[in-house]
């Protein structure tokens, strides 16, 4: 049997192996998978969004989940502001310490008050530091006519020097299918694939190779259905949960997102590998049961949560993934990995991003991503 020396002396070892590979990759470009998180940027917003999100946090219980820059203003309240150039580069300095390679920012428009934190990170002088990639939402899109309004923007955001590609220069864009009604109004799955086709030689024909386009939706067999009719080059989801009774430990959490990856992977169809950082939306329900113009939907919801992980799972979560992406080339040929999430604080909690402490952030997720070997 080995000793507890031993085995300490091990892990130490192996801690120290994996952070010197991961160092050698990183110098040489030879990483072995392109890591990325969601940003869903409330926080960053002005208006009725921020209004409700900091509303949504704040209960003293829940003020450790608030991003590192909140600050609280009484016992039962706090405000969330990041609307800040300082504010966007010190994020962007956490993201590269963590290891990640680019963000996905969920997309509501350029002038968007949700998407201040975008603007502040193409202003930025460290933007090239970390790349980032739209998640075109198909209800945000103004049905086809409006998507194809707005084709040459896009195009000019998958040239910039510090959006992500894949597979040798394929510029990489995701397109969240959240709303079946939404589906249908943009003439259903044939109205999206002579969209996506029109998008696609509009790129090409402005000098950008062929985008790489993955469909995020769920169950995993209506994403191979919409990929299969729409042309899409893989398939994804936004947040790989299921529902077996609530609330459930991590290890458990873990065990259903380990299937969640092999029905995807059954499709046979290509995947980007999604994984969490937790799920925990009660913040955000208790909130939404308080609005007398809540959606029946949210007032019905059940508080269906995952015990929050340690730093340290998270890590191992997300080790697991890395290792599914390089053992499994042919399912993953994009080689990248879609993090739920860097800040969907209200919603997921235990988000990457740094969340506040009186003293200062609490930065130990992205310590702990340090000890990944991407």
């Not at 990483?31 to 921020?50: C, F, L, S």
Request: aromatic share 12%; proline share 6%.
């Amino acid at each position: 049997m080995i000793s507890r020396r031993r085995f300490f002396f091990g892990a130490a070892a192996a801690g120290a192996m994996a952070h010197w590979r991961h160092a050698v990759a990183k110098a040489i470009g030879a990483q072995k998978t392109i890591p990325g998180a969601i940003r869903w940027d409330a926080w960053y917003a002005t208006g009725d969004v921020n209004t409700e999100v900091n509303k949504s946090l704040g209960p003293p219980e829940w003020h450790f989940r608030a991003p590192w820059f909140a600050h609280p203003t009484s016992s039962d309240s706090i405000s969330i502001d990041g609307g800040q150039q300082t504010t966007l580069d010190a994020e962007i300095r956490f993201a590269v310490r963590a290891g990640l390679q680019y963000w996905a920012f969920v997309w509501y428009g350029a002038r968007h008050p949700m998407q201040s934190a975008w603007r502040l990170h193409q202003s930025s002088t460290l933007r090239a530091q970390i790349k980032w990639c739209l998640i075109l939402q198909i209800s945000n899109q103004g049905i086809a006519k409006g998507f194809k309004a707005s084709t040459a923007e896009y195009i000019g955001y998958l040239r910039q020097p510090n959006y992500q590609t894949v597979l040798n220069g394929r510029p990489l864009l995701y397109v969240l299918m959240d709303h079946e009604k939404s589906v249908e109004a943009w003439g259903g799955y044939a109205g999206i694939a002579a969209s996506l086709r029109d998008f696609r030689l509009a790129a090409q024909q402005s000098g950008s190779p062929d985008p790489y386009i993955v469909v995020l939706r769920a169950p995993p067999q209506s994403a191979a259905e919409a990929a299969r009719a729409c042309a899409f080059d893989a398939i994804s989801t936004y947040v790989p949960t299921m529902k077996p009774g609530y609330p459930i430990t991590w290890q458990e959490q873990e065990h259903n997102v380990e299937r969640v990856w092999q029905a995807y992977a059954d499709t046979g169809l290509p995947l980007v590998l999604n994984c969490v950082t937790g799920w925990d939306q009660r913040p955000r329900l208790a909130r939404a049961r308080k609005r007398p113009e809540a959606s029946q939907v949210a007032a019905d919801a059940q508080y269906d949560y995952t015990i929050q992980p340690t730093a340290t799972q998270v890590t191992a979560h997300l080790q697991s993934g890395v290792d599914y992406v390089v053992q499994h080339p042919e399912i993953c040929p994009s080689k990248t990995l879609l993090i739920y999430s860097w800040d969907e604080c209200d919603e997921g909690g235990n988000a990457i991003v740094p969340s506040y402490t009186p003293t200062g952030p609490n930065t130990s997720i992205v310590e702990a991503l340090r000890r990944v070997d991407w």
